[in-house]
T-cell receptor, first 118, second 114 residues
């Protein structure tokens, strides 16, 4: 069965520090991968998605970036964190192109990373 | 542009009572529809999905949802709510194109009275 791992679960960082959040998926090949942010009491904001190694689509221009160095690894980064980067970050995967139709595939979420910026 | 509206920010029901959470979508064709649940501090768990066929969809944890094309709605229902159902519920729409993306509603927080 497929599993998704996201770490760390909780992170407290000072303003201006760098960030690296990691997400890995097991039990599937060529997944689509997604990073979302959820501000307190708000819905989900799609930040990035990837349909393959090295292929990143950005949904919201900001000081965050994403990379996909391996098929089942998705990394969210920042060189200098802002206070507004605080939130709950969720990684998700869905079946990729090889499985046929695209956005009829449900997305499966990790347990999230709670990021607090001081 | 596609959009999803969950008109109720909070809903409070008594344990054992029935539940209906509303979801309306805006899309030119029949979309793919999903309901997710999120417990505090957790990720989202898929409850059910609608792609085509029978408009009444059964999901996990005793939930069901009904797709009504004429009303552009996909409301989530449960006949008898349990205290463990207290959580946030998200409706989502997937386009019938190659965008790979889901559009999420803003969520409805369910509180359950003992």
């Amino acid at each position: 069965s497929q599993t998704i791992h996201q770490w760390p679960a909780t992170l407290v960082q000072p303003v201006g520090s760098p960030l690296s959040l990691e997400c890995t998926v097991e039990g599937t090949s060529n997944p689509n991968l997604y990073w979302y942010r959820q501000a307190a009491g708000r819905g989900l904001q799609l930040l990035f998605y990837s349909v393959g190694i090295g292929q990143i689509s950005s949904e919201v221009p900001q000081n965050l970036s994403a990379s996909r160095p391996q098929d089942r690894q998705f990394i969210l980064s920042s060189k200098k964190l802002l206070l507004s980067d605080s939130g709950f970050y969720l990684c998700a995967w869905s079946a990729g192109q090889g499985s046929g139709a695209y956005s009829n595939q449900p997305q499966h979420f990790g347990d999230g990373t709670r990021l607090s910026i001081l | 542009a596609q959009s999803v509206t969950q008109p109720d920010i909070h809903i409070t029901v008594s344990e054992g009572a029935s539940l209906e959470l509303r979801c309306n979508y805006s899309y030119g064709a029949t979309p793919y529809l999903f309901w997710y649940v999120q417990s505090p501090g957790q990720g989202l768990q898929l409850l059910l999905k609608y792609f085509s066929g029978d408009t009444l969809v059964q999901g996990i944890k005793g939930f069901e949802a009904e797709f009504k094309r004429s009303q552009s709605s996909f409301n989530l229902r449960k006949p008898s709510v349990h205290w463990s159902d207290a959580a946030e519920y998200f409706c989502a729409v997937g386009a019938r194109d190659s965008s790979y993306k889901l559009i999420f509603g803003s969520g409805t927080r369910l509180l359950v009275r003992p």
